[in-house]
């Protein structure tokens, strides 16, 4: 069981900055690839970035590439989301998630935070 914790969220200006971080109880956090998906209101979660166990590789959602980037540090057993140039659409909750297929279908991962709010104000 892996838990997972979000941090890092909140208010911020269109065109301003926030990382997002998600720290990991286990140390099995480092097999596992990562996922940054985020769920509006009214709409339905949806697939921001994701990376693979070691961190050689990523993808972003294209709503978000140059913008976002995603990467992990697993020392630490934590990974991050680092969000600039934020627009107002990118309001949302955030949540990591972690599992054995990863990829980008919310159905590869197993395992969630509880999110985290992410506000651009215009």
């Known amino acids: 069981q892996v838990h997972l914790v979000e941090s890092g969220g909140g208010l911020v200006q269109a065109g301003g900055s926030l990382r997002l971080s998600c720290a990991a109880s286990?140390?099995?956090?480092?097999?596992?690839?990562m996922g940054w998906f985020r769920q509006a209101p009214g709409k339905e979660r949806e697939f921001v970035a994701r990376?693979?166990?070691?961190?050689?590789?990523?993808a972003h959602a294209d709503s978000v590439k140059g913008r976002f980037t995603i990467s992990r540090d697993n020392i630490k057993n934590t990974a991050y989301l680092q969000m600039n140039s934020l627009k107002p659409e990118d309001t949302a909750v955030y949540y990591c998630?972690?599992?054995?297929?990863?990829?980008?279908?919310?159905?590869?991962?197993?395992?969630w935070g509880q999110g985290t709010q992410v506000t651009v104000s215009s």
């Open positions: 998630a972690a599992g054995p297929a990863g990829g980008w279908d919310a159905g590869g991962y197993v395992y």
């Open positions: 286990e140390r099995t956090f480092s097999t596992y690839p």
């Open positions: 990376i693979n166990w070691s961190g050689s590789s990523t």
